[in-house]
């Protein structure tokens, strides 16, 4: 979209996997690559639109956009949720970590013979509170799944109160530079798309983002 489609939009979008911090040394995270996130940001912004990138994942900065580095899921929350009340739409492409170590110690922790055991509590989920918080943003989240796709995307859809899903099959999405994802919107519609570069899956986005744009303003 060479054309200025979104101009004048305020765009979060937020990528890649987050880390949770067990010592000065280890984590736990996840496959995300951050190249979905990264592609729709770069897609928005080519249409006009005011992009900020919140993200987990370091690939290149892209030109224009407003780009935040962020570890945690929990830092992610915070830098999601202060710009929110300025946005017209989040798209929420990261693989948020939905567990961490409730401990995190302060020096590398020695191996010992036995097993060891961490305890992980829940972090919490930024696109249900993003939702919850809805005045009239557009909200797109996204579900990785490896099984029953179709009912957890619509529970998801439901659940935190989003305008358009995008499912895709976890096992072969993550890392790759391509996806094979259907979008379920909000009144219903279901769009199956077919495999293509994440890229063109990223204009696809930013197309239905702009319909819903137009649905949104002429309520
Ligand atoms: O983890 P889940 O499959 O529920 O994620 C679906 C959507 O919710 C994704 O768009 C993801 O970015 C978002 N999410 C979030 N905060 C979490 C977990 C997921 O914003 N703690």
Same mark, same amino acid.
């Given at each position: 979209?060479?054309?200025?489609?979104?101009?004048?939009?305020?765009?979060?979008?937020?990528?890649?996997?987050?880390?949770?911090?067990?010592?000065?040394?280890?984590?736990?995270?996840?496959?995300?690559?951050?190249?979905?996130?990264?592609?729709?940001?770069?897609?928005?912004?080519?249409?006009?639109? !005011?992009?900020?990138?919140?993200? +987990?994942? &370091?690939?290149?900065?892209?030109?224009? @956009?407003?780009?935040?580095?962020? #570890?945690?899921?929990?830092?992610?929350?915070?830098?999601?949720?202060?710009?929110?009340?300025?946005?017209?739409?989040?798209?929420?492409?990261?693989?948020?970590?939905?567990?961490?170590?409730?401990?995190?110690?302060?020096?590398?922790?020695?191996?010992?013979?036995?097993?060891?055991?961490?305890?992980?509590?829940?972090?919490? !989920?930024?696109?249900?509170?993003? +939702?919850? &918080?809805?005045?009239?943003?557009?909200? @797109?989240?996204?579900?990785?799944? #490896?099984?029953?796709?179709?009912?957890?995307?619509?529970?998801?859809?439901?659940?935190?109160?989003?305008?358009?899903?995008?499912?895709?099959?976890?096992?072969?999405?993550?890392?790759?530079?391509?996806?094979?994802?259907?979008?379920?919107?909000?009144?219903?519609?279901?769009?199956?798309?077919?495999?293509?570069?994440?890229?063109?899956?990223?204009?696809?986005?930013?197309?239905?983002?702009?319909?819903?744009?137009?649905?949104?303003?002429?309520?």
């Amino acid at each position: 979209t060479g054309d200025q489609t979104l101009k004048g939009k305020r765009i979060l979008v937020t990528a890649g996997p987050t880390k949770e911090a067990l010592d000065p040394i280890r984590f736990f995270s996840n496959q995300s690559s951050g190249k979905m996130g990264y592609a729709i940001a770069a897609a928005a912004q080519r249409a006009g639109a !005011d992009v900020t990138l919140v993200t +987990g994942a &370091q690939l290149g900065d892209i030109k224009g @956009v407003t780009t935040v580095h962020v #570890t945690s899921a929990r830092e992610m929350y915070d830098e999601v949720i202060r710009r929110y009340n300025g946005l017209d739409a989040v798209i929420k492409a990261a693989a948020v970590a939905d567990y961490r170590p409730e401990n995190v110690s302060a020096s590398k922790i020695k191996k010992s013979d036995g097993p060891m055991m961490v305890k992980m509590v829940r972090n919490p !989920d930024i696109l249900k509170e993003l +939702g919850r &918080q809805k005045v009239k943003q557009v909200l @797109v989240g996204f579900a990785a799944e #490896t099984d029953d796709l179709e009912e957890n995307a619509l529970k998801k859809l439901e659940s935190k109160h989003l305008d358009l899903l995008i499912a895709n099959h976890a096992s072969d999405s993550f890392g790759n530079d391509t996806n094979k994802v259907t979008f379920y919107f909000a009144n219903g519609r279901k769009q199956v798309l077919e495999r293509m570069p994440k890229p063109q899956i990223a204009e696809e986005i930013l197309d239905a983002l702009s319909g819903l744009f137009e649905m949104s303003d002429s309520k």
